[in-house]
């Protein structure tokens, strides 16, 4: 197969391009890197269709392995025919090697082998030919063997149908027809173990649905609710259709002695041997292309929320909320250390309120607080209360936001918070990363394991693997796209940045501790294993603000240093200027790209990237995302009522819908049909996690906690 072709008509790209990204994949670059510094290779192909290509190099690469094992075992067994490795040499997926490979396959000892070592392969075909012009009973007497313990004439015909049933299910061609005919018209039936049992998989109590036109939610909860021991899901293949094609396919001639064996073998050969493990394949491929088209959704809500813009330059309050333990809080610096901690009790059992209120008038005075960050967990309501009143009573203007604090108890009871506050309490160091995820919220959340972060669904049912790896990409596409000043980011930040490992970026840590700050790029290569290839791969993500080269605080790779010193000088301008942000505008200056960059020794698109980049220095791609909602008032749900239009975050997509927070305490569901007037087939074509909606409240169910909103106005 011709992998690269292949990959150019699956992604839609030229094939030169293809064939520039396997190359520079194969030499070791990251895909941050090649995305970014190498789009003269690629013809400027994106993060997202790099990560697909090399998510099916891998798959094809795997594939044409699995053809050569294949080929290699069925030459030493001498069966190896030409038709046969054209097929397998043809084939396009795993499924159709697996089901060509099966009839050479070594087998464990089944019935049909204890048959054939009983000597009954002869009376198989005799029937298979359907020519005989007398009983089978009567053929079958030749096959009598004490030694070989056939002793009856029915022993011997029903090993026969044995060796039969086996070879029909070996059968590539029959397999495909019945996989496709039961995708194609299959359904999908699940039943209650125990009808009676409440749960929360009453829906499918009573389920029936077309395999192909299952959503991917309803996969996984199916499989959930299986698991769980609450369901028993099948599959009901057209088994008439099914039984009827095999039947043309074997009995060639109407033979009154073997037409009715035949049909007897064929049904045997399906039901025992063929459907269970048809069922099992297409549960398998279902659960797969559920979990891809969950994991993806997973990706894109973590990417949104990741890049939500961070508010600076604002002394900030964390405040993690509690009842028994009081609540704990934390005030954040503007650059993220911690200035103060402490607890107040103003919650129930012990309802301080007084108290609590003069603890947090002292601490907003003293540390000049202008933000509270509440984490949105158990207690948030009630605290939010307090801070209201509290705000009304102080003549300082300070407002509070409710942040998403999914995975703030992983991270505080992590080896790595440990490491960093060694002297706070599990809810000190909570509270900390509140108020620090409303100051930089990638810079704070990359500390905490993507899957912990709560925008996902079904995330712990999935191949834990392939999901870890997806939203490692998705955090690393992000880190990159932003980039990280050198002399501040964390360990945690740094491992992400393209070419930098675990061990590196503790190292570039350590270096920094021992030596002071970095005053230029160059410097990293005196850092413990950061050799060239990962200097090249990461340099270009690492700013340094106040350097010795103004160049090292903009996103222009060391590569291109040379040109574009040539550049300012040629525009009249030196890199000092960089500093000034007295660059706007140089880009009108230039009238032939192309001529320019063959002058610089550049390609012309780097050429307009880094003309881009000088204009606006180190520009943060976050600033471009909806800011968050401050609050300075409280709303609860029974103030609701059907009609009111409120405003609100989306906090989490889904297949069916979105979870948007409206300042209630309980996120409100805006069905997928309610999103917008025009058709869409995933909420992801109109919303994303993050964004900031209008919403107009359709009803309430106190009882229940729903809420269900519209955003059709």
């Known amino acids: 197969m011709d992998i690269i072709a292949k990959l150019a008509e699956e992604l839609k790209i030229r094939k030169g391009q293809a064939e520039a990204a396997v190359k520079l994949i194969d030499e070791g670059n990251t895909i941050p890197f090649i995305s970014r510094y190498r789009k003269e290779a690629t013809g400027s192909l994106n993060d997202e269709v790099l990560r697909n290509l090399y998510d099916r190099l891998n798959y094809l690469r795997n594939l044409e392995e699995k053809k050569e094992q294949v080929l290699s075992s069925i030459e030493e067994q001498g ?260 200035l103060d901690t402490t607890v107040i009790y103003p919650t129930a059992p012990q309802n301080k309120v007084a108290e609590a209120k003069a603890v947090l008038k002292k601490l907003i005075q003293k540390y000049d607080i202008s933000l509270i960050s509440v984490g949105n967990g158990t207690a948030s309501r009630e605290s939010e209360m307090v801070i209201v009143d509290l705000l009304k009573e102080i003549p300082k203007p300070v407002q509070y936001v409710i942040v998403n604090e999914a995975g703030a108890s992983v991270y505080s009871a992590s080896k790595l918070a440990t490491e960093e506050f060694p002297n706070f309490d599990v809810g000190q160091r909570s509270a900390a990363s509140i108020a620090r995820r409303l100051q ?68 570039i840590v350590a270096y920094r501790e021992e030596n002071g700050r970095f005053l230029t790029r160059a410097q990293l290569l005196k850092v413990a294993k950061l050799g060239p290839k990962a200097y090249e791969q990461c340099a270009g993500f690492m700013r340094i603000s106040d350097g010795s080269n103004p160049l090292d605080a903009t996103s222009v790779h060391p590569e291109s240093y040379e040109a574009a010193k040539q550049l300012l000088k040629r525009l009249g301008f030196t890199p000092e200027d960089i500093k000034k942000g007295s660059l706007k505008g140089i880009s009108r200056k230039i009238h032939d790209y192309k001529k320019l960059a063959a002058e610089l020794g550049v390609g012309e698109i780097t050429l307009r990237d880094m003309v881009k980049e000088l204009e606006k220095p180190a520009r943060d791609p976050r600033d471009e995302m909806p800011k968050p909602i401050l609050r300075t008032d409280v709303l609860e749900m029974k103030d609701l009522t059907p009609g009111m239009i409120l405003k609100g975050t989306v906090r989490n997509v889904i297949d069916f819908g979105a979870f948007v927070d409206i300042g209630v305490h309980q996120d409100g569901l805006v069905h997928i049909s309610q999103i917008c007037d025009r058709y869409i087939k995933h909420p992801l074509e109109a919303v994303s996690v993050g964004d900031i909606v209008e919403v107009k409240v359709l009803s309430v169910d106190l009882a229940k906690k729903r809420i269900q909103l519209t955003m059709k106005l």
């Open 79 to 338: 069966k190896l025919t030409e038709e046969l490795r054209q097929q397998i040499l043809a084939a396009e997926t795993l499924v159709v090697v697996e089901d060509l490979y099966r009839p050479y396959r070594p087998k464990r000892r089944t019935r049909a082998t204890i048959a054939k070592e009983k000597g009954l392969e002869p009376l198989a075909n005799l029937i298979l030919l359907q020519m005989v012009n007398r009983p089978l009973e009567q053929e079958a007497e030749a096959f009598l063997d004490a030694e070989k313990e056939v002793n009856t004439v029915e022993e011997a015909i029903a090993g026969a149908m044995d060796i039969l049933a086996e070879s029909i299910s070996d059968e590539a061609d029959y397999r495909k027809y019945i996989r496709d005919t039961t995708m194609k018209a299959g359904k999908i039936v699940s039943v209650a173990k125990d009808p009676e049992a409440e749960s929360v998989y009453e829906m499918y109590y009573e389920f029936e649905e077309g395999v192909a036109k299952l959503a991917g939610y309803r996969i996984l909860a199916l499989n959930r609710g299986e698991a769980e021991k609450f369901l028993t899901v099948k599959i009901e293949a057209p088994t008439e259709q099914i039984l009827g094609y095999l039947e043309k396919k074997v009995i060639s001639r109407d033979n009154p002695y073997t037409t009715p064996v035949l049909k007897a073998v064929v049904e045997d050969s399906y039901k025992r041997l063929i459907a269970p493990a048809i069922e099992r394949e297409i549960r398998n491929e279902l659960t797969e292309r559920a979990e891809d088209g969950a994991i993806k959704v997973f990706g894109r809500n973590l990417e949104q929320l990741l890049m939500q813009p961070p508010i600076a330059g604002r002394v900030v309050l964390g405040w993690d909320p509690a009842f028994r333990t009081g609540c704990k809080l934390a005030v954040v610096d503007p650059t993220g250390k911690v």
């Open 440 to 507: 930089d919220p990638l810079a704070e959340l990359v500390k905490i394991d993507p899957k912990s972060i709560g925008v996902g669904q079904y995330q712990h049912d999935m191949n834990q693997k392939k999901l870890s790896e997806a939203l490692g990409g998705v955090v690393e596409d992000c880190v990159n796209k932003v980039g990280v000043d050198l002399n501040t980011a964390s360990a945690s930040l740094l491992e992400y940045i393209s070419g930098i490992s675990k061990v590196i970026a503790k190292n």
